[in-house]
């Protein structure tokens, strides 16, 4: 079936800023790359502009290729810049950024799926830049324990894996790869090793998925223990990835943010706009945060 053009409700002003020109021609300079330019996230002038950013890491090359995701699939090779933690640390301290989402392509070449390079790039924004947010987007590691432990241990103050999509629709939306139960496993495993570490995880709609097909996918975030939820619509980047079945109009993502609360994530964003990583969504996180490590209920261990 093929839709007409987009609804109102997803038109997107790109306003300029000051800051938003100043990340970009840094980003630049260290050859550095972001989800929000390499996914045509619509969102990335407001967030660019307002203190928040997504650096995607381990190159541009992802070893799987899901039917959604315009970042481009192949053989990265096993290759990695040994200098990019230390390039993303520097660009974060000469920003004026309080939020910054560390993601990846996929890295099934590399025996840790590149998690000792992640962890590396979390302690050196720590360690340069001590007052801002660190959230990870993280794939799936093949659900290896020991790769998970290395994330958890470097002390992000959220961590996320994506769901992406139903159970039904998993097989046709992601790489063979992905899979759903697994992505349950990673975040039930990240609550494991230390329960006290904020995750977070992500769906996609538009795709075909039924409203029942959604409260079961909720209900096992909430099984998995996933504090928070974005809910945003299905874009498609280009011709050669799948069709959107449906454009959900805002009063339904009212609807799912709703239901959402009521299942007892700590934070809902659903809207049409609204991607994994979000402006609004991460302001409101960082808020939790703050409260938790005033309460000895939330205040993250110190080994």
């Known amino acids: 079936m093929r839709l007409e053009a ?3 409700w997803l038109t997107v002003l790109p306003p300029g800023s000051a800051n938003y020109d100043q990340l970009k021609g840094l980003l630049r ?14 969102n990335i002038h407001e967030c660019w ?23 481009t699939p192949g053989r990265p090779s096993g290759a990695l810049d040994e200098h990019e933690p230390e390039h993303v640390a520097f660009a ?9 989402v560390l993601t990846s392509v996929d890295r099934d070449d590399l025996p840790d799926g590149g998690a000792a390079h992640f962890a590396r790039t979390i302690k050196l924004i720590k360690e340069q830049c001590p007052e801002m947010r660190v959230e990870v987007l993280i794939p799936d590691f093949q659900n290896d324990l020991d790769s998970l432990r290395l994330i958890v241990e470097a002390r992000p103050d959220v961590v996320a894996h994506n769901l992406e999509t139903t159970l039904s629709l998993t097989p046709r939306v992601r790489d063979p790869r992905a899979n759903y139960w697994q992505s349950l496993s990673v975040l039930r495993s990240i609550k494991k090793l230390n329960q006290r570490t904020y995750t977070k995880s992500s769906i996609m709609v538009g795709l075909g998925e039924t409203q029942e097909e959604l409260e079961i996918a909720f209900m096992h975030l909430r099984g998995a223990e996933v504090d928070f939820l974005t809910i945003g619509q299905y874009l ?7 069709p959107v079945v449906e454009f959900v109009r805002p009063e339904v993502f009212a609807k799912y943010k709703e239901l959402g609360e009521e299942m007892g ?14 402006r609004a969504g991460e302001l409101f996180i960082d808020s939790v945060i703050r409260d938790g490590e005033g309460s000895s209920e939330g205040t993250l261990p110190t080994s």
Not at 265 to 278: E, T
């Open 29 to 42: 300079n260290l050859n550095l790359h972001t989800v929000c330019e390499e996914a045509h996230c619509p």
């Open 49 to 71: 502009g307002g203190g928040t950013a997504t650096l995607m890491l381990m190159g541009e090359v992802c070893s799987r290729a899901c039917r959604f995701c315009m970042v």
């Open 265 to 278: 994530f700590k934070y809902v964003a659903s809207g049409p706009l609204v991607r994994s990583s979000y």
């Open 92 to 100: 974060l301290s000469q920003m004026n950024l309080t939020y910054v």
């Open 6 to 8: 987009k609804p109102e």
């Open 236 to 242: 498609r980047p280009s011709a050669r990835h799948l």
